[in-house]
């Protein structure tokens, strides 16, 4: 139904009005008694075969609600009535931000894909603890950090330190995010030098606490070999053990869209189906350089269960949806995991 009926209706609209129309529309019929029992009803399956134990943490379902779609931790527990296993929050960074101008976010409906530029805006790392501070449901969330636009990548680890010791409390895991294209030369900070401080000062005050949790490094997919081996050997030297692959692309190849569309656009990172491919190449290098020991979050173009079996099956101990949750609909988490039981 949702294919066939709500989604035309819905893409009638501009993509960022009917994001914000639909997360009113979600928290107003939680309201009711009995409704997000209803919906966990509804959308959550549990089976043995779909549980994880990552980097010490216990997974109900391996698929999660990737980074960017509820950037503030507004319907954290809404969102856990549809079945995911775990919820990744922002990107936050210290200090509000509005991110680029409107429009900045487009559907190319063609090739089951997004464009944005969001350009990390959020209301800030404070504003989410306090909603975090009041959520009711269990399920894992995951931290996503990054810098303010207007701090100068010589600072940013400074960012990353006060986005860490503020969610810190709050959080499951922390995911450092470098690889965004929307912020003036975040991407500069996947460089050896930059990066290695990053992720060394983060790792520093996790271990300075009481009960250390995973870090993850989102990477981008537009990355080389070359600078995918830079990335690895950071890992390792770091001992950070978790990557999550991939961020958006800024390729834009092979689109069915017309090009004089594409060009309208404009800038921006691409994700949805278009980037299956690429993401699970990376995906399948990192495992094989890595090793099995090592935490990987599978990302990028999945739009049916087959495409998560794929992903696990490259290497994805998890995996997160966006693109295809705002394609595939409400019930696309459970399709994903009624897929996935016995088969991988």
Known sequence: MYKFFIRPLLFLFSPESIHHFTFNFIRLICILPGMQGLLRWSFFIEHPSLEREILGLKFKNPVGLAAGFDKNARLVDEFACFGFGFIEIGTLTPKEQPGNPMPRLFRLPQDKALINRMGFNNEGVEAA?????????????????????????????????????????????????????????????????????????????????????????????????????????????????????????ISRDGLLTDIA?????????????????????????????????????GVGGIMSPEDAIEKIKAGADLIQIYTGFVYEGPGFVKKINQGLVGRV
């Open 129 to 249: 603890v306090i909603r975090l501070k009041k959520r009711k449901s269990q399920v894992l969330i995951g931290g996503n950090i990054g810098k303010n636009k207007i701090t100068p990548n010589e600072l940013a680890s400074n960012d990353y330190k006060t986005c860490f010791e503020t969610l810190y409390p709050y959080v499951d895991y922390f995911v450092v995010n470098v690889s965004s294209p929307n912020t003036p030369g975040l991407r500069d900070l996947q460089e050896k030098v930059p990066l290695k401080k990053i992720l060394t000062d983060v790792k520093t005050l996790n271990l300075a606490t009481e009960n250390p949790k995973p870090i993850f490094l989102k990477i981008a997919p537009d990355l080389t070999t070359s600078q995918l081996d830079d990335v690895i050997e950071i890992l390792l030297a770091t001992d950070t053990r978790g990557v999550i692959a991939t961020n958006t692309t």
């Open 261 to 297: 569309e594409i060009t309208k656009i404009g800038a921006g990172g691409l994700s949805g189906k278009p980037l299956r491919e690429r993401s699970t190449e990376v995906i399948s290098y990192l495992r094989d350089k890595l090793g099995p020991d090592y935490a990987i979050m």
